[in-house]
């Protein structure tokens, strides 16, 4: 195991942060971890984040990587490379898979930030369940999307199924519903793994809800309507 104690700046709430920190977690990797404000950046930020974007990772004294993708493979490797599979082709179709990821989280971004009304977030969402039914049916979790350890695909779709519970207030489209029993089985059993847990603060859902209904969407609109009542999972 590395040695190097790494420092990462961040956003409490955001999913790319997570899967860093998870993997962190996951890999016995020290850190220290700074979580800044988004809507009110510091500007040291630019100098260290070339889009101004969380995460950046410390790995020097003035050397610092970016994008989420690409920290958390650099973690994997300078741990062992566990989280990633050794042939090349799986990898590759993991990689595949993350990105696809990475594609519902830009829809779930879309109905936090700038989806104005109800039939918007109605089209989003469906589209959110139409996607899952398509990993569900090409890239099913067999114990987890890894095999039979957690891995780094694990992480990424971990922080989009984080999402579902808040999202489901505001739409008549309920994604949890739609779930297959693979995937809710799935997200029973990984919500609750120590690194995932950490990943995020006590209080996950209550905060994502505030800081929706701050945003001028149909979300948040909604949420700051009916109040922030923690949902039931």
Known sequence: ?????Y??????????VQRVVIVMLERGIAFD???????????WLNGISPSGQVPVLQVGHDSWLFESGVI?????????NRMMPADPL?????????????????IVARIIYREANAEGVHDAMTDLVSRLKIVDARFSPNGYFSGLEFGLVDA???????????????SDVKVQAELSDSLRGWW?????????SAAV???YDSELMQFIAAKNSHAGRVLARTGLRTPGR
């Open 90 to 106: 799986a990898c590759a179709r993991h990689e595949a898979w993350m990105s696809y990821a990475d594609g519902m989280l830009n």
């Open 33 to 43: 971890r700074r979580d800044i404000d988004l809507d009110n950046k510091p500007q």
């Open 1 to 5: 195991m590395p040695t190097q104690r």
């Open 201 to 203: 603060p006590r209080e």
């Open 188 to 196: 029973n059993m990984v919500r609750t793994r120590p690194s995932v």
């Open 156 to 170: 990424v779709y971990v922080t989009l199924f984080r999402y579902f519970a808040v999202l489901d207030l505001v």
């Open 7 to 16: 420092k990462i700046v961040g956003h409490r709430l955001c999913p790319y």
């Open 72 to 80: 958390a493979r650099y973690l994997d490797r300078m741990s062992g």
